[in-house]
């Protein structure tokens, strides 16, 4: 017969073993006098988790301006049983959780940052159970109850096989590109030590993201000489040349399965109605789930810019110049998938089933998809009910018995991941 601990470590090396194995693991978790000891801390602790919900919250943190919120969770951090707790070079805080070094390093990360531009009022609202605020689900819920967890752990004198590193991440939403887990793990002290991932960052827990959804992210500006709408009429025009290639791209055809999708979300230039725009720009969004289908879009949109601006030079009068397209890069996110089969997401399923619930299997795009694209295991897991998220009004529920059960399933997939001894 195996330990419990020996299951866990062999999950942890990547031994494949049955649904039933994990299932009988989380139940072991479930019922061990430390779980129980810490999931009463979570209960009694669920006061000044909402404290410390609502004061992160109140911190803005908008892409590339995340220091404060950073600093405010490091404090905090640093008040718990964590060793080398500190700020890396990208503005990522962490604090490592030692373990008996009989596994791989599991990390555990929650995104500091927001969508929210400087200036948004963060201010927390509540309403009975619902407290709202821009921010206060996506990602705020999630470092709150990381927090939350750690001192649960230290509450209850746990002991895990495998050292945990605790991660509040930068630079996870849009424009941020996941900068904060790419230097995590390709740049980092950590970075050839971590042999699994869990990124708390969703909604209702029965869902585990192992799918990481691909993108590609452009800001294309054409560029020309620009004229008098008059008495310039004839030259070459970036208006045209960014409407064709619009036209173009629209009436590409990208598969339904796998989900690819394409967007022009922003366009803008031009000085004046009666000037011909010396440059005009275009913001464009490509996703699938498929790297090889990501690939083939984004190749076929570069052509269509290029036979655009090319038909644009062959048309107008080019005597004062051409039009020219600057392509940048805005973002660019891996696809792939950390097997349903696969012993990380076994276990994290195991704990759902635990909890009453019925997993279902998603594909995102969160800060597991750099692990993922690497080959180290990763999924994101729920934070508890929310809602509205990316928006003025979002809104979370602390409703206590349904946010301690939240706090308590993710407890025990980090357990379950990282062995509890």
Not at 151 to 157: I, S
Not at 299 to 325: H, Q, Y
Request: hydrophobic content about 40%.
């Amino acid at each position: 017969m195996k330990t419990l601990l020996g299951v866990l470590v062999m999950a942890l090396s990547g031994v494949t073993a049955s649904a039933q194995t994990f299932d009988a693991a989380v139940a072991g978790i479930i019922s061990n006098a430390s779980f129980k000891q810490a999931a009463a801390f979570l209960d009694s602790d669920h006061d000044r988790f909402v404290r410390e919900l609502v004061s992160l919250t109140e911190i803005p943190a908008p892409p590339f301006k995340e220091q404060k919120r950073a600093e405010a969770c490091l404090a905090l951090m640093r008040g718990f049983g964590l060793s080398d707790v500190e700020m890396d070079a990208e503005g990522n805080v962490m604090g490592l959780r030692k373990g008996t070094g009989d596994g791989p390093l599991l990390v555990v990360l929650a995104h500091l940052d927001t969508v929210f531009p400087e200036g948004t009022n963060v201010t927390v609202r509540r309403e009975g159970t619902r407290l709202m605020a821009p921010g206060i689900g996506d990602d705020t819920r999630a470092v709150a109850m990381m927090l939350s967890l750690i001192r649960a752990m230290d509450a209850a004198g746990m002991r895990t096989a495998a050292d945990i590193l605790f991660v509040g991440d930068v630079g996870e939403e849009g424009p941020g590109n996941l900068r904060g887990v790419r230097y995590l793990l390709q740049k980092g002290k950590y970075k050839d030590r971590v042999g699994a991932f869990i990124a708390i960052d969703g909604g209702e827990q029965a869902t585990i993201v192992n799918g990481a959804l691909g993108s590609r992210r452009y800001r294309v500006t054409f560029k020309g000489p620009g004229g008098h709408s008059y008495g310039a009429f004839g030259l070459v025009s970036p208006a045209f040349a960014m409407g064709n290639a619009i036209d173009r791209f629209s009436r590409v055809a990208v598969p339904a399965e796998p989900k690819t999708t394409m967007n022009v979300g922003i366009v803008g230039g031009g000085s004046s109605v009666n000037s011909i725009p010396g440059e005009m720009f275009m913001d464009v969004d490509m996703r699938s789930e498929s790297p090889q289908e990501l690939r083939k879009l984004d190749e076929t949109f570069l052509g269509v810019v290029r036979d655009a601006v090319d038909e644009e030079n062959r048309t107008r009068s080019t005597k004062e110049g051409r039009i020219e397209a600057d392509i940048k890069l805005l973002g660019d996110r891996p696809s792939g998938e950390t097997p349903v089969t696969s012993a990380l997401v076994q276990r994290t399923a195991a704990v759902v089933k635990a909890f009453g619930m019925t997993p279902s299997y998603e594909i995102g795009s969160t800060d597991s998809n750099i692990p993922i694209s690497m080959g180290i295991p990763a999924v994101t897991i729920g934070r508890g009910r929310g809602g509205r998220g990316h928006s003025l009004d979002e809104w979370v529920d602390v409703e206590k018995t349904s946010s301690v059960k939240a706090a308590q399933v993710a407890l025990a997939i980090v357990l379950a991941s990282a062995g509890l001894q």
